[in-house]
């Protein structure tokens, strides 16, 4: 590509008139200002001509809720991105294979309490997750540290212990119930999942970058994917949030095994962020304590968005396994976490 | 969805995506509009990331030499297939065009009325500090709330108190609610708080009031379950501009 350079032309000095590349730049950075200025124009004459007019009360809660979502997510998955970029530029392979225990079944524990570490919600776990199997890391314990990491990491904890002052028991619940259905879905996946279902994302450096030249182009590629899958998130949960009336899932509190699924079923439709939840789990006063666990339990690991997210980096043919494996084993859990503990 | 993203196309949407986040959070309190005040320096930090991320590919782009497509050849294409980024990724424009275009406000009456959540209820009585005798006390509406429902010191009897929020229509007659949203995280899992207003007309729905007024007494224990707002004999009703932070 090097010798097409506008310098070119000093390289030939024979040559009586310059060559036709002289001072041409590439066909996409001359339609560039064509593109930028009018769009911007557009949204900047929209915002005051338009949106005086935009004023549908559902219309406007929706568009709320949804820019909500994508607003609230957004720093904390540059964050996971930005991670996830680091360990495939900065970390070689061989650190993993000595860190990890080398059989499957053995590395699943360790990525669920290695977990603990990773201060964030879940959108960060999902580029962390893959960044850490394109290096090599056996599937089943990524994706045990995909599940445990958004529930059980500190500042979830800390929130929860707010969110339910008087009740340690919560806590303790959430961080066991946690931890125990992301070995058991490690194992699981590692026992029945066949390789070709889950994508791999494969990211290997080309030749002849920089590291950091890597890290950035890692990073700029799994934002705008993972940040598509966001949207594709947010849009069906702000949709469902406007549309499906909450008191028809608030209205069976009273039939216990009901109330659980349901409860778990609303933390997949609200899809709040797992440092929240717990304060919205406080304020469902009509139901059990199990089918709160349940709701703390389901949403960090199966949501709306997430789905979006893990169907998006892994594959539909994963996203169409996994969320109903998990969706399982963390109901069945929680009942049985919140029968011996609440 | 259209063309897969190239990398023009790619810079170009970070680089809105970042700025329209720079807009809400830096440049301006709209953000409070969607999530806790304390969400601004993360906000602010990510919207640089990816604006900067952005105007870094446009430069590099604009930089880029001219290449004639028919001498690039096989090994061009394969190098050109890396360089597009996936599809999906034109949704981030969406976000965009919703901050632009629609600039969501902050949840109002609409939401307000369709959530019936119950609202949290101290689980034990607390104490809470005296209020002023002379004049009316202002407070914000879960401090009213907590205190009519749960204080051991019944604080609120025969006390003015002032308090702010828009107004919702209610069912029965003669009576409205003083509402305010109160966030945990974003707007998504904002739950309404309610006060019912007596004694005066209902202003219309959404028009942010200031009303100041007596708490009418409800005993604890006699609270039936689920939601339920208590009640204020109001005096006087001020209309106010809609405070900076609209959520609790």
Known sequence: MSDRTTLDWTAEPDSPVPPPTWGRRAPEAQVLPWVFVPLVGFLLLGNFLLSPHLTAPALRTWSTIFVAICVQAIPFLVFGVALSAAITAFVPPSFWTRVLPRRPYAAVPVADVAGLVLPGCECASVPVASGLMARGVTPAAALAFLLASPAVNPVVLVATAVAFPGQPLMVVGRFAASLIVAVLVGWIWQLLGRPGRLRIPSRTAREGESRWASFLSAMRHDFLHAGGFLVVGGLTAATLNVVVPRSWLLSVGDIPWLSVLVLAVLAVILSICSEADAFVAASLTAFSPTAKLAFLVVGPMVDLKLIALQAGTFGRAFAVRFVPLTFTVAVLVSVLVGWVLL | ?248
Not at chain 2, 61 to 90: D, I, L, M, N
Not at chain 2, 188 to 215: C, I, N, Q, S, Y
């Open chain 2, 1 to 248: 969805m259209g063309a897969p993203v190239n990398r023009m196309a790619q810079s170009l949407v970070m680089t809105l995506l970042g700025g329209a986040i720079l807009r809400v959070s830096a440049l301006s309190t709209i953000y409070l509009n969607y999530v806790k005040p304390g969400f601004r320096p993360l906000l602010i930090a990510a919207g640089l990331v990816i604006f900067a991320l952005g105007v870094l590919g446009l430069v590099q782009e604009w930089r880029k030499p001219y290449t004639p497509k028919a001498q690039a050849g096989t090994e061009h294409e394969s190098e050109e297939k890396h360089r597009h980024g996936p599809r999906v990724a034109w949704l981030l424009c969406l976000p965009v065009v919703a901050i632009f275009l629609i600039t969501p406000p902050a949840l109002g009456s609409f939401a307000a009325e369709r959530d019936d959540t119950p609202q949290p209820r101290p689980s034990a009585p607390e104490a809470y500090g005296v209020l002023a005798r002379d004049r009316p006390a202002v407070m914000p509406l879960g401090e009213f709330i907590g205190r009519a429902w749960g204080d051991a010191n019944r604080s609120l009897v025969d006390r003015q108190v002032k308090l702010t929020g828009f107004a919702v229509h209610s069912k029965q007659k003669g009576q409205w609610y003083l509402t305010r949203m109160q966030l945990r995280c974003c707007a998504a899992d904002a739950f309404p708080l309610k006060v019912t207003v007596l004694g005066v007309p209902a202003p219309r729905d959404d028009t942010w009031v200031e009303v100041t007024g007596t708490w009418v007494p409800t005993p604890y224990d006699q609270l039936p379950k689920g939601t339920v707002a208590p009640e204020m004999r109001a005096t006087a009703v001020a209309k106010v501009k809609q405070p900076d932070e609209p959520y609790e």
